[in-house]
């Protein structure tokens, strides 16, 4: 963690602080008594263990700590080097007065967060575990597997803006939407290119780590081994 920055002007943040993959940003109930804002990099948010949504650049957070004036409900890791502005209360209410489109993107910040973190939630009642070596992000557009690729990694959704495009041919086939859903060569018996769109966050698993992931994901490791079956009885 280093501290970049500290000024006294309440439309400016506190403090800019660097933080170093996997650090600890926020920790669950601890005091608030001011909001972040992403500048870079992409943070976890999580509570209880389980992962609750991905924040991206510009993302704000802690805001309901701050407002509700009670201790943090979730933790808040980086999943990649980051810089976090610090604002305090004085900032809000000098945006309030001042500024009304900052404080209806704070809003929009704010709303898709619990939109997304509500989709997670219906879909998942699983806890989203994810071991954050294998974590990787995709910017809008990313191709994560190409078409041609037909190696033996699996991958699997964690958070998405607007989902996964699956591609075959030039031609679309499919949409990935689900967290927690796989998809790569060991459980699909075609070839077929899958892009992100918007942001997205996505576990990487590689033949080290088939132990792990036939452990926890025994459903997942069925189907990929039935797939696998199939490829070589159709040689």
Do not use: W
């Not at 601890?30 to 500048?39: S, T, Y």
């Not at 459980?187 to 992100?196: G, N």
Request: some cysteine; hydrophobic content about 40%; aromatic content about 6%.
């Amino acid at each position: 963690m280093i501290p970049i920055d500290i000024r006294k002007d309440p439309s400016q943040a506190l403090e800019v602080v660097v933080f170093q993959r996997g650090e600890v940003i926020l920790s669950e109930g601890q005091e608030c008594p001011f909001f972040l804002v992403i500048l870079s990099g992409q943070v976890m948010l999580s509570k209880n263990g389980k992962e609750i949504r991905a924040l991206f650049e510009q993302d704000i957070f802690a805001l309901d700590s701050l407002l509700l004036k009670e201790p943090c409900q979730y933790s808040a890791k980086a999943a990649q080097e980051c810089r976090v502005a610090k604002y305090g209360s004085g900032t809000l209410d000098h945006l309030i007065r001042e500024s009304p489109r900052m404080v209806q993107s704070l809003l929009v910040s704010v709303l898709g967060q619990l939109n997304r973190t509500t989709t997670n939630l219906l879909d998942n009642p699983q806890p989203l575990l994810a071991d954050m070596e294998r974590i990787n992000f995709y910017k809008d557009g990313e191709v994560i597997m190409e078409e041609v690729n037909r190696g033996t990694d699996l991958f699997r959704l964690i958070s998405t803006e607007g989902g996964l495009q699956v591609t075959r041919g030039g031609s679309d086939v499919a949409r990935i939407v689900k967290p927690g859903e796989f998809f790569g060569c060991p459980i699909s018996l075609d070839p077929a290119c899958v892009k992100s769109i918007g942001e997205s966050v996505v576990e990487r698993y590689g033949a080290d780590d088939l132990d792990s992931l036939v452990r926890d994901y025994p459903e997942s490791a069925g189907r990929m081994m039935q797939t696998m079956i199939e490829r070589l009885s159709s040689r």
